[in-house]
């Protein structure tokens, strides 16, 4: 089987961070992101593997450098966006020979995906995308099934009641996970933007094609959000007894205070300084007796349109919410 990694998007909702650097080579616990997507796919013996590319491509043909050898690695370049299932199309020759698994890249997770591709081909799918519970109810399209796991529709955003949670089971969501059999290339248009679960599987599943769902309760988080990043970073440093994310050649003065952060590399932090619930990225200097909270740090020369956030000395300084 090959793989298929999405990586060409902007990454707007990470901005400032992505701004000199695709969304899956940021790094997260000190690796870039997309590391983490290549070696779950290898990790079930997937090592012929396809990333498209467009915002700042460079920037994962570094990240992934020093692959293993034994790992195929092709980039198909977009000179525009098109979208999670238009990004098929220029491949579409690579991809129909046997089934194939497309997964984003801005996920980490240890979900079984070889029992996800036992059940697609157990089923004869066209599509098997792997779901999950949305109990927080966060803001992640509904999916909805029939009583065979077939996905029937695509739905809007779920509501939050009074009490902050839904009274009836929480809905299911889509992990960005999916194993694709080369028929499902037949829906997927040539030469322009598609959206799969907006143009390819609703088309296919009215032509009576078995698009299913396969709900599994295994570890996953998604980086798409300053917010998410933040958090999915502090739960897995959390759990190794710290509560610090910290990169190569920083500097902490020992009377700073810095708590319930990602420090990326060559950070200085000076005397005084406190620094909560916050991201620095790389070579930010954060001045003597400085407050920063809630907040994404970069250096503005990094930056070129300043789209939000306050520019504080050398530093754009952006509030997570």
């Known amino acids: 089987m090959k793989g298929f990694i999405l990586a060409a998007g902007f990454g707007t909702r990470l901005w400032p961070l992505t701004e000199d650097r695709t969304k899956p080579a940021i790094p997260f616990l000190n690796r870039p992101l997309i590391g983490y997507s290549v070696d779950y796919l290898t990790s079930f013996g997937i090592n012929d593997i396809i990333i498209n590319l467009h915002h700042q491509p460079e920037s994962i043909k570094q990240a992934l450098s020093g692959s293993p050898p034994d790992t195929r690695i092709r980039y198909s370049f977009e000179e ?8 098929l199309d220029p491949v579409r020759d690579l991809l129909s020979d046997d089934d194939f698994v497309v997964i984003n890249g801005k996920i980490v997770t240890n979900i079984d995906l070889a029992a996800v ?20 109810l966060e803001h992640f399209s509904i999916v909805e099934v029939d009583h065979k796991r077939w996905i029937t529709r695509f739905a809007g955003f779920p509501e939050q009641s009074s009490e902050g949670a839904q009274a009836h089971s929480p809905p299911l969501m889509f992990t960005g996970i999916q194993v694709l059999s080369p028929r499902i290339l037949d829906y997927v248009p040539s030469g322009i933007f598609s959206h799969s679960t907006i143009h390819v599987y609703p088309k296919a599943i009215e032509a009576g094609e078995a698009v299913m769902g ?23 440093i959390r759990a190794q007894g710290c509560s610090v ?15 319930d952060s990602v420090l990326w590399d060559n950070v200085i932090v ?18 003597a007796g400085s407050l920063i909270e809630n907040a994404v740090v970069v250096r503005c020369e990094f930056v070129g349109d300043i789209e939000r956030g306050e520019v504080v000395g050398d530093n754009l300084v952006v509030p997570l919410r």
Do not use: Q
Request: contains cysteine; proline residues 1%.
């Open 245 to 259: 994310v910290s990169g190569t050649g920083n500097s902490v003065a020992s009377s700073a205070i810095v708590e």
């Open 214 to 236: 396969y709900v599994s309760d295994g570890d996953w988080c998604e980086m798409s959000t300053l917010e998410r990043y933040l958090d999915a970073s502090l739960t897995f």
């Open 117 to 136: 591709v036992e059940a697609h081909r157990r089923n004869n799918a066209i599509a098997t995308l792997v779901l999950r519970k949305n109990s927080a």
């Open 80 to 87: 525009t966006i098109l979208g999670t299932s238009g990004a």
């Open 270 to 287: 000076e005397e005084r300084a406190r620094v909560r619930r916050a991201v620095l990225g790389d070579n930010v200097r954060i001045p």
